[in-house]
């Protein structure tokens, strides 16, 4: 008996190294289900240049660190596909068909768009390209005939904005497109920064990287926002909005023990520094083995682009046969 795998197409834009938001967001779901899906993994490098064309170089280095993240979290080559989005054409041209079945002030609303149109300062200077990502990644998602993409929380508006494009052209032009559906992970929709802002980035100095040394680790843990009002260890202190906590909460395991040193430190008692010094023992320990992973890849960039070019080679077929399917719906089909 022969089962068709279903599909999963995910990303991420190469602006920089991954960090702990994106392991827990997506990376583990995508290593945890590569072997049960037939898996697409895309470096969006044209969504990475909507916000970064006045970078290029920024983006470039950063393709090869995000291919290394890959690798040394195990989403494993021989299963999955990784490949470069600016290699697949008939993702633009995709894209471009997209572009007639969605209105302006539909783009306008994306939630996640405007977040970021604010956060850049970009106002009404915003580019056309930027407004219109959500259609350009609802071709990333669906050339691949995507069943699943697995994402953080922050992605959901993208992945409705690409079932309702899906909805509309298969009402117009036939039965053609597969809807998605979202995989966003129940305990870590959103993992705070280490300062407790809710965004993460390299600008913000907030994020603790897959790439961090453990003495990295060590550091930016020691300077996590806790309770600025816990002076004293025999003073009682806030669990709620404590990063410590919220990182324990997602990262160790062992839930009973972390739920008594939360009532201990709610009594008071419990200093800062013997939360901070486990949670460093529970990331070097999570992050060991991914180092060492890293330390193998990182040994040899000619096998991690082989490995990009071997996987936009597959990622190209799959894509020119969606897109012929899609243009003999669209009657655009001549010879
Ligand atoms: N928008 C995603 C991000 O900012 C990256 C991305 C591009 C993506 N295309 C995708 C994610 C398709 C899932 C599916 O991280």
Same mark, same amino acid.
């Given at each position: 008996m022969s089962l068709q795998k279903k599909i999963i197409l995910t990303g991420d834009r190469p602006t920089g190294p991954l960090h702990l938001g994106h392991y827990v967001g997506s990376l583990k779901n995508r290593v945890a289900l590569q072997h049960d899906y037939e898996q697409y993994v895309m470096l969006a490098d044209v969504q990475a240049l909507? %916000?970064?064309?006045?970078?290029?170089?920024?983006?470039? !280095?950063?393709? @090869?660190?995000?291919? =290394? %993240?890959?690798?040394?979290?195990?989403? +494993? #080559?021989?299963?999955?596909?990784?490949?470069?989005?600016?290699?697949?054409?008939?993702? !633009?041209? =995709?894209?471009?068909?997209? $572009?007639?079945?969605?209105? &302006?002030?539909r783009l306008e609303r994306n939630p996640t768009v405007k977040d970021e149109?604010?956060?850049? /300062?970009? /106002? =009404?200077? &915003?580019?056309?390209?930027? =407004?219109?990502? #959500?259609?350009?990644?609802?071709? +990333?998602?669906?050339i691949f005939g995507a069943h699943?993409?697995?994402?953080?929380?922050?992605?959901? #508006?993208?992945?409705?904005?690409?079932?309702?494009?899906?909805?509309?052209?298969?009402?117009?032009? /036939? +039965?053609? $497109?597969v809807e998605p559906e979202a995989l966003v992970p129940e305990t870590a929709g959103r993992l705070p920064g280490i300062d407790g802002k809710a965004k993460m980035g390299k600008s913000l100095g907030n994020a603790i990287y897959l790439s961090d040394s453990a003495d990295e680790v060590k550091r930016k843990v020691m300077t996590m926002y806790t309770d600025p009002e816990h002076l004293h260890v025999a003073d009682p202190g806030k669990v709620e909005g404590n990063m410590v906590f919220a990182y324990l909460d997602i990262f160790d395991d062992r839930v009973d023990e972390v739920a008594e040193l939360k009532a201990h430190y709610q009594r008071g008692g419990l200093? +800062?520094?013997? @939360?901070?010094?486990r949670l460093i023992e529970v990331l070097n320990?999570? @992050? %060991?083995?991914?180092?060492?992973?890293?330390?193998?890849?990182?040994? %040899?960039?000619?096998q991690l682009l082989e490995i990009i070019k071997k996987g936009t080679e597959k990622a190209n077929n799959t894509a020119h046969a969606t897109l012929a399917r899609v243009k003999e719906a669209m009657k655009i089909d001549y010879f």
């Open positions: 909507t %916000d970064n064309f006045e970078n290029p170089e920024k983006v470039r !280095a950063s393709v @090869l660190e995000v291919v =290394l %993240d890959y690798l040394s979290v195990g989403i +494993d #080559p021989a299963v999955s596909t990784i490949f470069l989005q600016s290699m697949i054409s008939p993702i !633009a041209e =995709l894209t471009i068909f997209y $572009l007639n079945l969605v209105s &302006v002030a149109i604010r956060q850049k /300062g970009f /106002g =009404l200077q &915003v580019s056309a390209g930027f =407004l219109c990502y #959500p259609v350009s990644q609802a071709a +990333d998602i669906t699943l993409v697995p994402v953080g929380q922050d992605q959901l #508006p993208m992945i409705e904005q690409t079932a309702e494009l899906v909805r509309k052209f298969n009402r117009i032009y /036939g +039965d053609t $497109l200093g +800062d520094v013997v @939360l901070k010094k320990a999570m @992050l %060991d083995p991914i180092r060492a992973r890293r330390a193998l890849f990182a040994q %040899d960039p000619a």
